[in-house]
């Protein structure tokens, strides 16, 4: 079968690679549609896992959709031809994409101990599979939302309009929030935010603190004005970001870095015990990947707008220079 894999910094290479077995309790997946992340777009820069573990070459993609084509003598549960998203991290021993032998950008994916429900998640056969793919960027988005823990009412503030930072935008009006502001340097990025239901979107160029305490009002800190904006999510990942957050925000706001970030920034400690802010970080999904499925498959069209960019398989590598160039828009999505 053919399988994506790094090699080295920036060497990217489509091979031949030996197709996984199926075990009694396995299913095997012919690979649909596959999301490409921000973190295949590190991996393939730094040629591999940080701090050069993992195996080399490295298999990529971890955003999987596709269609059940072998099982084990004991899966009963699952049948063949069903369309199906499976969550690539449920097995710690076993991170699909992120460092184990087997990588989602390639024809075949073993799924191993599969369980309908558990690991495994049926969609209809309306949902497209590059839509179905979503369910892995969208469950990042959940957890982060559930970590600012928002109620209905409230106000929020996102930085960063990516993937995961519009997906956080929708996840957080599902929930109720009264008003969503998106900040990004793009206004592609931007007009995307709004489609998906931002109330409002701000260049980062602009005087973003004005315009939240237009918007969500104005507190006070110390005698100094700040934005009345209950809940601050970085999906951005920059100093500036950090600053913002940390000056604009009233006390006792909840703040939540999701973004990953490449370097080492400088928090303001003063700020932050003078403001007694609710700080918290969140990774991956350690609960949300079936409830997203489930969102998918029975409202697919109000996630479908996120896909922009289908690249063919056979063109896996510069989907994932697409994905991490800075005119990418929204999710970029290899299909098979």
Same mark, same amino acid.
């Given at each position: ?157 996102? &930085? +960063?309009?990516?993937?995961?930072? $519009? *997906? ?8 109720? @929030?009264? #008003?969503? !502001? ?106 949300? &990947? +079936?409830?997203?499925?489930?969102? $998918? *498959? ?8 996120? @896909?922009? #960019?289908? !690249? ?25």
């Amino acid at each position: 079968m053919r399988s994506v894999a790094v090699f080295g910094p920036g060497d990217v290479r489509t091979i031949d690679a030996e197709a996984p077995r199926c075990g009694p309790r396995d299913v095997i997946v012919a690979m649909k549609a596959c999301g490409v992340c921000g973190t295949d777009v590190t991996f393939a820069h730094l040629g591999g896992l940080p701090m050069g573990v993992g195996p080399c070459p490295l298999p990529l993609g971890h955003e999987p959709a596709g269609e059940v084509v072998e099982i084990g003598a004991d899966v009963l549960d699952i049948a063949l031809g069903t369309r199906v998203v499976f969550n690539p991290a449920f097995d710690d021993t076993n991170q699909i994409g992120c460092g184990s032998a087997q990588g989602a950008l390639s024809e075949l994916v073993a799924v191993r101990d599969a369980v309908l429900g558990r690991n495994v998640f049926r969609m209809p056969d309306e949902v497209p599979f590059e839509v179905a793919a979503l369910t892995e960027p969208l469950s990042v988005a959940l957890h982060a939302v559930n970590r600012a823990a928002p109620e209905p009412g409230q106000t929020a503030v996102v &930085f +960063g309009a990516g993937p995961v930072g $519009v *997906a956080i935008v929708v996840w957080l009006k599902l929930r109720g @929030v009264r #008003d969503v !502001v998106s900040v990004d340097l793009s206004a592609e990025r931007l007009r995307l935010a709004g489609v998906l239901g931002a109330d409002a979107t701000i260049e980062a160029t602009d005087d973003v603190i004005a315009v939240l305490r237009s918007r969500h009002g104005t507190a006070s800190v110390l005698g100094s004005p700040v934005a009345a904006t209950d809940i601050w999510i970085d999906a951005a990942g920059a100093q500036q970001v950090i600053d913002t957050m940390l000056a604009g925000s009233r006390r006792h706001a909840t703040v939540v870095i999701v973004a990953v970030y490449k370097h080492p920034v400088q928090f303001d400690l003063v700020t932050f015990l003078t403001k007694e802010l609710r700080f918290t970080a969140s990774i991956a999904y350690p609960t949300e &990947f +079936g409830d997203v499925a489930e969102a $998918v *498959a029975g409202n697919w069209e109000h996630f479908a707008p996120m @896909v922009t #960019d289908r !690249v063919p398989f056979a063109d896996a590598s510069d989907a994932i220079a697409r994905a991490g160039a800075s005119s990418a828009v929204g999710k970029v999505t290899v299909v098979f």
